[in-house]
C-alpha cells in the first residue's frame, strides 16, 4: 500500500521558514515522481514543486521558484520542500503526492495534479503577518 506522511507544518512568521518532509513507503521510490500541492481556505489547489526519484529532475512553480526548493533522500526515501521568506499568502495546507511511472516526463509537465495518483494526508502551514 501507497503511503505518504507529510509533516514539518507549524506556525511562522512573515519571512520565516520551513521544511516540509514526505516520507513516502510501500512502494519502489525510483518509480515514482512525487510532488507538493497546496490548497489555501476558499482556494483551489495549486502545484508547488516536483521531483523525479529516477533522475533528480525538478519542477518548481513559477510563483515560488525565488523562495521554495524541492529535494529527495533516496536512503529515507523522503522528499523535503524548504519553504523560505514566508508569507501571509503561503498559509495552506500542504499534501505530498505520488505518481506511478514515467518520473521524468510527470516532472516535465509540471506533475498536474490529474495524473498524481498518491495523495497523502496534508500538513497546515499557518504565516502571521
Known amino acids: 500500500e501507497v503511503q505518504l506522511q507529510a509533516s514539518g507544518g507549524g506556525l511562522v512568521q512573515t519571512g520565516g521558514s520551513l521544511r516540509l518532509s514526505c516520507v513516502a513507503s510501500?512502494?519502489?521510490?525510483?518509480?515514482?515522481?512525487i510532488g507538493w500541492f497546496r490548497q489555501a481556505p476558499g482556494k483551489e489547489r495549486e502545484g508547488i514543486a516536483c521531483i523525479s526519484s529516477s533522475d533528480g529532475s525538478t519542477f518548481i512553480n513559477y510563483s515560488v521558484k525565488d523562495r521554495m526548493s524541492i529535494s529527495e533522500d533516496d536512503a529515507r526515501e523522503t522528499v523535503y520542500l524548504q519553504m523560505n521568506r514566508l508569507k501571509p499568502e503561503d498559509t495552506a495546507v500542504y499534501y505530498c503526492?505520488?505518481?506511478?511511472?514515467?518520473?521524468?516526463?510527470?516532472?516535465?509537465?509540471?506533475?498536474?495534479?490529474?495524473?498524481?495518483?498518491?495523495w497523502g494526508k496534508g500538513t497546515l502551514v499557518t504565516v502571521s503577518s
Open positions: 503526492t505520488a505518481r506511478k511511472g514515467r518520473p521524468q516526463a510527470t516532472v516535465l509537465a509540471g506533475c498536474p495534479s490529474r495524473v498524481m495518483d498518491n
Open positions: 510501500g512502494f519502489t521510490f525510483e518509480d515514482y515522481a
